[in-house]
C-alpha cells in the first residue's frame, strides 16, 4: 500500500490535501510538547488546504471536483467545483484555502481532463487517527471484474481498500492498489492478465479479513 500511495503522489499531475485546526495553522513553529494523554478527542472543526501539481513541462486545462462526505452514512454534506483550471507547468498551484470540515467528515478531489472529463488525479483526506473515526457498517462495495481492469463502487467512503487474486498464483499486475472509494465515483483500476471470471479477495480499513 505504501508504494502504490507514493506511485499516486509522485505521478507527473496529482492532488493535495491538508488537514489542520485554525489554532494550530496559525503557529510558526512546532507546538509545544504536551505531558498528557496523547490525543484530545473533543469535537473539532478543521480546515483543509488543497492544492494541484503539474509535473509536466506542458501547462493543462483541468477542472477539479471537490467532495465532502459523512464517513458514517455517505451522505453527500458539500461539494464545490473549479472548471477549466489552468495549471502552468512544473509547478504546484494552491487551488483552496481554509475549507471548514469536522471530525466526522471525509474530503475526496478529483482532477479530470477539461477535454474528455477523464479522471487524472484523485486524492482524499480523513479524520485523524482513524482508530476513533465511525465508519460506515455497510459500504456496499462492489467491485466488478473485467478483463484487464475492475471497477470498484461504494456508498459510503472506504479507506485503503486492496484487491487480490484468488489464488494469488495468477500473473496479474495491478496498475493501483489500496485506494480510496467514495459514493459517485467509479474507481477503474487496471490489471493486465485479468479475466472476467477470475475470483478477488477484497479488503479495507475496518472490513472483516
Not at 487551488?95 to 486524492?123: F, P, W, Y
Request: charged share 30%; hydrophobic share 40%; with cysteine.
Amino acid at each position: 500500500m505504501a508504494y502504490f500511495n507514493t506511485m499516486r503522489d509522485s505521478a507527473p499531475f496529482a492532488l493535495g490535501i491538508s488537514r489542520s485546526t485554525p489554532e494550530l495553522k496559525k503557529l510558526k513553529s512546532p507546538p509545544p510538547q504536551i505531558l498528557a494523554p496523547p490525543h484530545d478527542l473533543v469535537p473539532k472543526t478543521y480546515v483543509c488546504d488543497l492544492w494541484a501539481v503539474n509535473g509536466t513541462l506542458d501547462n493543462a486545462q483541468v477542472k477539479i471536483e471537490i467532495r465532502l462526505y459523512d464517513i458514517a452514512t455517505g451522505v453527500l454534506c458539500d461539494e464545490k467545483s473549479l472548471d477549466s483550471l489552468s495549471l502552468l507547468s512544473n509547478r504546484t498551484t494552491e487551488l483552496m484555502e481554509d475549507l471548514s470540515v469536522d471530525d466526522k467528515t471525509a474530503v475526496q478531489a478529483i482532477m479530470r481532463d477539461t477535454h474528455n472529463g477523464h479522471v487524472i488525479a484523485r486524492a482524499s483526506d480523513w479524520p485523524q487517527p482513524l482508530k476513533y473515526v465511525t465508519l460506515c457498517t455497510s459500504p456496499d462495495v462492489d467491485v466488478s471484474v473485467l478483463d484487464d481492469k475492475l471497477e470498484i463502487r461504494a456508498r459510503a467512503p472506504v479507506k485503503g481498500l486492496v484487491v487480490s487474486v484468488v489464488p494469488d498464483d495468477r500473473d496479474v499486475d495491478f496498475e493501483d492498489n489500496g485506494v480510496d472509494v467514495f459514493p459517485d465515483d467509479v474507481y477503474t483500476i487496471l490489471a493486465p492478465g485479468l479475466k472476467k471470471d477470475d475470483k478477488v479477495d477484497v479488503r479495507y480499513y475496518g472490513s472483516d479479513f
